[in-house]
């Protein structure tokens, strides 16, 4: 501002001066050309004045513009040099103009150093051909990604993924390219540990999985072991009975065709009880296959749920597989619970058996613990026909479930059940199988007490 006051100093010396130079111009003149020329000279005076005051707004507008601009700069080149990625600015026909840290670090060498040289001077002799592809995109939404070497003073670099998109003045006319590159070995090296994370989360996943299917397992084996006790216990004192039978046969049969006399014959099978023992002999042998059959129609049971291929797809019969999954459960747990069934005739499911019988398992193993300690505890099966699917229920008359237990059911790991009772994965692999399978299962409150488990499936 100095230079300001002497300027208007300076400036109003002349004016001064102009003035006394004006008196005496005017001394010898006549009074009006006088007054006339003292006027000129006042307006001219003013304009210089007017002018010299725009001179110093813009110089003061000028010199803010050039502090906003120096701060705009500053700021650009602080962002550029904290981009720890490769950052190389070319112009229109590959020449670099600029170069960040990281860029002169990898390189060896300062911005000043590569100007104005070719993109494919700093690539490795290998992949210099790529250099043209690098700045060949013209539209802004181009974006080149390529992966290339570039040249150090230690030789060629580790491979680097490049990203090079157009870069365009205020007007929309490209002017340039821009390009970022990263190592891939850190790219690499993060994808690894991000992949070797996954991996042991699968495993816990699968192994978590394979624990409820043993726990499944563990049950479906105590309801078959149960179920197959009674009719081999049957066949085997069926055939303690037959084997008796043969040998009191056998003796008489020795006595018949011996030197035995009729008297002794007829005493013989009296003693005997030959005529007994063949009147039972039919109801042995069919009560020894009737407890065969019923060991067969659970191996085949067995066979079913475990010999299917994972993909196959079949026409399922809902209520032999309903009663035989229920059948199993309650014969895996303690206590009575009476089951009652409400199912429309004919009705079957497209899906994998097995995995729909482990479903079902679950869900009434499920229900069976939420009616323990009941005065009467009780499970409703029901399954009907909803237009292309089928719709089974399991409806129990238990304490019924919590809201917040309702919204956590099907979340892996969630069990209402004390600890060391369940795994919280049974009721997320069933919702899991139901998806698969291109159906749902969900669950809610009975208005009159109990909780519902519905699965909907469709029909085969």
């Known amino acids: 501002m100095a230079e300001r006051g002497e300027s208007g100093s300076k400036v109003g010396a002349e004016i001064g001066l102009k003035t006394g130079l004006l008196d005496r111009a005017g001394a010898g003149l006549p009074f009006a050309l006088a007054s006339d020329q003292e006027t000129a000279w006042i307006e001219v005076i003013r304009k210089m004045d007017e002018v010299y005051a725009d ?50 670090q990898l390189l060896g060498c ?32 181009d974006v080149v990604n390529l992966e290339v070497r570039f040249v150090t003073a230690h030789g060629p670099s580790d491979l680097y993924a490049v990203n090079a998109a157009t870069r365009h003045d205020p007007t929309g006319v490209r002017v340039g390219t821009v390009l970022t590159a990263r190592p891939i070995g850190e ?33 479906l084996v105590a309801g078959v072991a149960h179920e197959l006790n009674n009719p081999i216990s049957f066949i085997y004192g069926n055939i303690h009975t037959l084997e008796r039978y043969r040998k009191r046969l056998s003796n008489y049969l020795q006595a018949l065709h011996g030197d035995a006399d009729a008297e002794e014959i ?50 399922i019969d809902v209520e032999r597989v309903l009663r035989t999954a229920a059948l199993w459960a309650t014969r895996a747990k303690p206590g009575h619970v009476a089951l009652s069934f409400d199912l429309e005739p004919e009705l079957a499911v497209m899906g994998h058996e097995g995995q729909f019988h482990q479903i079902i398992v679950n869900l009434i193993d499920n229900a069976i613990d939420a009616v323990r300690g009941q005065v009467a505890p009780s499970i409703t099966i029901s399954a009907r026909r909803q237009g292309d699917d089928i719709t089974i229920t399991i409806a129990d008359n238990g304490h019924g479930l919590s809201e917040a237990a309702i919204d956590l059911l099907f979340e892996p790991f969630f069990t209402t059940k004390p ?18 399978h291109g159906g749902s299962l969900s669950a809610a409150n009975r208005p009159e007490g109990g909780a519902a488990f519905v699965l909907t499936l469709p029909a085969g």
């Open 419 to 436: 600890v060391g009772e369940g795994t919280g994965l049974g009721l997320w692999i069933s919702y899991g199988i139901a998806r698969e």
């Open 266 to 315: 007829a005493a013989l099978r009296r003693e005997l009880r030959i005529d007994a023992l063949l009147d039972d002999y039919g109801s042995l042998i069919e009560g020894t296959l009737e407890g065969a059959t019923r060991v067969s129609d659970v191996v085949k049971n067995l066979r079913r749920l475990s010999f299917s291929k994972p993909g196959e797809m079949q026409s």
């Open 55 to 104: 001179l110093l707004r813009y110089e003061t507008e000028l010199e803010d513009k050039n502090t906003a601009l120096e701060e705009a700069q500053a700021f650009i080149s602080s962002v550029i040099e904290a981009v720890s990625d490769v950052l190389i600015v070319c112009d229109r026909d590959g020449r670099v103009l600029q170069i960040n840290p990281a860029a002169m």
């Open 110 to 141: 300062r911005s000043e150093d590569v100007a104005q040289r070719s993109l494919a001077d700093l690539l490795d002799p290998a992949d210099r051909r790529q250099a043209a592809a690098l700045v060949g995109a013209q539209a802004s939404s």
């Open 187 to 219: 790219l690499r090296r993060a994808y690894e540990a991000l992949h070797a994370a996954h991996s042991k989360l699968q495993r816990a996943q699968r192994q978590l999985i394979e624990q409820e299917k043993m726990a499944s397992l563990g049950r």
